[in-house]
């Protein structure tokens, strides 16, 4: 969507808020021994306390009120009674509606005790984000978000899921402009307009360079030798920058 009221921009911000402190909770409620149906109901009932509606549930239903990936699942996890271990990687996707807005947030973290590789890949992934949440302002290339992306990714050696990427949002969960590269994109021409809604969302990789789905019909797999992380935010278009609306204002 574009904004084009102050009802717009604060209906954003109001979903943006709520969805990124559900991301928080999760990612600080996460232990071994947790099954992710469990932590998905755990953000599902915080959603609804909120007032707020499951993004994938509401507009495709998702079985589940949120994405849970581990390990070789980059994206779109399929809650379950898998349980979580020590050295697992974890994302957490949390998008949800309210009042008509969505707003859309991922993060990845590692369950105690992770290698110095872990680390290094979680590093690099939150970086990219920020590097190519930078470039973003009206009148800039849609591909110079892949384009700071891949300039992380290559500077700590690690690849990216080039069949994943950001999107657009707001009125729905996924909107125009439909799927932003991860990656340089030299045939992209498009340009960000003032106003736009959109989420910037790197997957980096320890060596996979795509995703397949499983038999779920949902869940995003690299192969079982890979690790995959994921960041993102929701954020608005302004003249000289991007106005960042899924901020968390708790930490548990």
Request: proline fraction near 4%; charged fraction near 25%.
């Amino acid at each position: 969507m574009i904004i084009k009221s102050e009802a717009d921009l604060e209906g954003i911000k109001k979903i943006g808020k709520i969805v990124a402190n559900c991301l928080q909770y999760m990612l600080k409620t996460a232990e071994p021994g947790m099954t992710t149906k469990e932590l998905d109901d755990l953000g599902g009932a915080f959603l609804e306390k909120h007032g707020a509606r499951s993004g994938p549930k509401l507009v495709y239903n998702f079985p589940g009120f949120n994405c849970i990936s581990l390990n070789h699942e980059a994206a779109h996890g399929v809650p379950s009674d898998k349980k979580i271990k020590k050295g697992d990687m974890l994302n957490v996707d949390v998008s949800a509606e309210l009042n008509g807005y969505y707003a859309d947030n991922g993060g990845s973290t590692v369950i105690p005790p992770g290698t110095k590789k872990d680390f290094q890949l979680l590093e690099a992934t939150h970086k990219a984000l920020y590097n190519a949440i930078s470039g973003v302002k009206a009148g800039a290339p849609i591909n110079g978000i892949g384009l700071r992306i891949q300039e992380i990714a290559d500077q700590y050696g690690f690849s990216i899921i080039e069949n994943l990427g950001s999107h657009g949002v707001g009125r729905s969960l996924h909107e125009e402009p439909e799927f932003i590269a991860g990656f340089y994109d030299k045939k992209d021409k498009r340009i960000l307009k003032e106003g736009h809604v959109i989420t910037i969302e790197p997957f980096l990789s320890t060596g996979a360079w795509g995703v397949d789905e499983e038999k779920d019909g949902w869940t995003l797999v690299t192969g079982p030798e890979h690790r995959t992380a994921q960041f993102e935010h929701t954020m608005v278009v302004l003249k000289d920058r991007a106005l960042i609306v899924t901020v968390p204002d708790i930490i548990l």
